[in-house]
């Protein structure tokens, strides 16, 4: 007599290790490694950043932004643009540095939530070094792009810092 297996799911198309039920619970079909694992949470929050999505969940933004980020070897800007009711429009990375800094126009960050008509913005940007503190310049361009953003009744949310050691969000210091 054949027995039934215990976990009858379905093969995940973008991550062939897993299987899912109608449940959406996912179960590994072999042993992984923590590489394939880190993969396939990255694939699960990405679905949670597409267009349209609402922005409800601080932790998964910040946790999605950290791995996205954290482990490049140079400085990026991004920004999340999000409509009236905090729901993504658009994730750009709008500014690519060096290994310990990158220049952010707050002319072009203007331009291009006019573009998509954002209502609010979240700014992210990583430190290679691993350490999520703020530096000066960090805290003068969130109040620039703030002050800038503010003239055209478009709010900053937050601003996170991620990093290998942990994240910083300006907004629950009281920076933004």
Known sequence: ??????????????????????NGLYKAKKPLTAEQIIDFAKILLADRFK????FDNPYVVREWLRLEYQDLEHEIFA?????NGNCLIAHEILFRGTIGAASVYPREVAKR??????????FAHNHPSGKPEPSNADRMITDKLQQCLSLLDIKTLDHLIVAKQGTCSFAEHGWV
Do not use: H
Request: one cysteine or more; charged letters at 15%; a negative charge.
């Open 1 to 22: 007599m054949d027995s039934q297996p215990a976990f009858d799911g379905i093969r995940t198309p973008k991550a062939p290790y897993f299987v899912n039920d109608k």
């Open 51 to 54: 267009p349209g999505q609402p």
């Open 113 to 122: 939530a006019l573009q998509l008509n954002a209502a609010a913005v979240i």
């Open 79 to 83: 920004c999340l643009f999000l409509d």
